[in-house]
């Protein structure tokens, strides 16, 4: 029988010792940071980064300090073994970095401060206080660790996708953010690790998500970002088993919502919604 190694590191110290010598060698290192739960969506920001570096490395890890809600954090699925099964059905040379919460912050589990030109006030800044610190805070610190060329990022999180770049554009860290277009299921549902907690029954219903997103996207070709918005909140008034926490068209470079339509400006519609107690989010480019 043949034998399958995959390497996992659980402290940084070891990851840094194996990491040192390619990255003295000029070997690109691209990076997937992820909180696990894998699922397809994952899967194309590693084979991205897989088909543009000598060497991937994942990072899995429930970071504590971006939850802003006790029962969310506690409840986020945990699935390193079979995160690991899935990954070597795609390659075994994937590196991959599954730390403690100790290892990353040595007894003291806080999120700096930062401060993004704005993008952190707006839509999952507002509803999820300190939550974009929490995730300033962890990819900075992996990225120290394990000091990428390339990393890679959803758009399904495009808000975060934004606030990273200016992250490494702010603190001069030397890695190329890249933009991955958002995986869904066949009935257009974004994927996404809190999925898991959905009933078969409430998976069903939430690809009206990505319907009505498409419907208002055929919308705003022709009508204001006002009735656009109106038209969103009451197709979910016709869903009482969804609570829509909102709907925002907004700038996608500033995240500023828009007030008036301007030509050459790209927009995206952004929603934040629940479902069986269970917030989803999803984005849609408009134009
Ligand atoms: P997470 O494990 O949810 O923190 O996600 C880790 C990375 O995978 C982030 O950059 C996410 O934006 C990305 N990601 C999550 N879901 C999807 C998806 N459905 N399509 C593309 N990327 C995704």
Redesign the pocket.
Known sequence: MQEILMLIFNKKSDLSAFLSPFINQNKSIGFV????ALHE??L??LKNSLSENDITVMSIFVNPTQFNNAEDLDKYPRTLERDVQIMLALSNSIIVYAPEVEDIYEGNTVSENFEYDGLENQMEGKHRPGHFDGVGTIVKRLFEIVQPNKAY?????FQ?LQIVKKLVSKYNIPVEVIG?????EPNGL????RNERLSAIAKEKAAIIYQILSDAKKLFQTNSAEETILFVENEFKKHPEFQLEYFEIADEATLLPVSQKVSDKKYRGFIAIFIENIRLIDNISLN
């Open positions: 940071p992820t909180m696990g969506g994952h194309s920001l990022f959803g758009e399904k999180d975060q991955c277009p958002i995986h869904r974004a994927m996404s690790s």
